[in-house]
């Protein structure tokens, strides 16, 4: 198994471009979530979803859009990239959304914003 | 609303030294609380978690943490540490749905 799959790992964009930052898991599982990280702020919730077709925000969603076609995949769109969305984002998964279930993560995609 | 705090961004120990990461969280529920560890360039792996069955928890590598409800913490402990424990340690609770709330994330690095 592969486990929880981003693409791409590293991205360049410039000011105003948009872009999709993809994750697939091929576990099954139900509930899936997008955090970024950035330097003394520890990981902070943007989106996450509880089964296909449900989506929902977290803590910092604004400049940021998801959906769930399908149980496998969660992409995240960027609409129209600032500086301030320059961070390492990260792709998670857990069988269900409950909350003694560990999440599974990603190696994450590292993102600059010029 | 839950929250946790992580004492300390950066700790530094010799090689076979004891490793102590502190964390305490604020919860108006019972918690569940994990603890992750990030390696360069790496997600983050799963070391231990408390669901509640009991209070010492015993993880990967030699780590492990208690919970005690009075102090409202969770620490992470390791008898003798070794360079290859060198990277970031997050303390995370569980909020409602299966969200996590993380820590801000402490350093730990092994000196020889």
């Known amino acids: 198994n592969a486990g929880v799959t981003q693409t791409p790992k590293f991205q360049v964009l410039k000011t105003g471009q948009s872009m999709t930052l993809q994750c697939a898991q091929d576990?099954?599982?139900?509930?899936m979530s997008w955090y970024r990280q950035d330097p003394g702020m520890g990981l902070r919730l943007i989106h996450y979803?509880?089964?296909?077709?449900?989506?929902d925000q977290g803590e910092v969603p604004n400049g940021y859009n998801v959906s769930r076609s399908t149980t496998e995949d969660f992409p995240l769109r960027l609409l129209s990239a600032a500086p301030s969305q320059t961070s390492v984002y990260f792709c998670a998964s857990s069988r269900q959304a409950y909350s003694n279930q560990p999440q599974h993560f990603g190696d994450g995609t590292r993102l600059s914003i010029l | 609303a839950q929250s946790v705090t992580q004492l300390g961004s950066h700790v530094s120990v010799s090689e076979g030294a004891l490793v102590l990461l502190r964390c305490n969280y604020s919860s108006s529920v019972p918690p569940y609380l994990f603890w992750y560890v990030q390696y360069p360039n790496q997600g983050l792996q799963l070391l231990l978690k408390?669901?509640?069955?009991?209070?010492l928890v015993k993880g990967i590598n030699g780590f492990e943490a208690e919970f005690k409800k009075s102090e409202t913490s969770f620490h992470l402990t390791k008898p003798s540490a070794h360079m290859s424990d060198a990277a970031e340690y997050f303390c995370a609770v569980s909020a409602q749905g299966g969200k996590l709330i993380f820590g801000q994330g402490t350093e730990l690095s092994v000196k020889p």
């Open positions: 979803s509880v089964g296909a077709g449900i989506t």
């Open positions: 408390y669901t509640s069955a009991a209070t």
């Open positions: 576990m099954n599982h139900e509930y």
